[in-house]
């Protein structure tokens, strides 16, 4: 994990019952960090995560790039996150 990033997994507790995704994975960080961590989604390493990782899980929908909120952009000493 690079340092100045950050990944959570964050659990929906509300929603509506067509609303399928169960959990959301949030990363965030300062964009340094963001980009050795996006530079980390490749390889022999990262297939082997993602195969053992789809066993627990089904993906629904992947938006990366699309920002819902982002917070901290003016304050620079505070990391950008987004969701």
Do not use: C
């Amino acid at each position: 994990m690079p340092e100045n990033a950050s990944v959570q997994l964050l659990a929906v507790y509300h929603n509506s019952p067509d609303h399928k995704p169960t959990h959301y994975i949030n990363y965030s960080g300062i964009v340094e960090g963001l980009v050795q961590l996006r530079e980390l989604r490749g390889g022999a390493d990262y297939n082997a995560y993602t195969n053992e990782f789809s066993k627990y899980g089904k993906t629904i929908s992947n938006t990366h790039g699309k920002t819902f909120l982002r917070f901290n952009t003016d304050d620079t000493e505070d990391p950008i996150a987004q969701v």
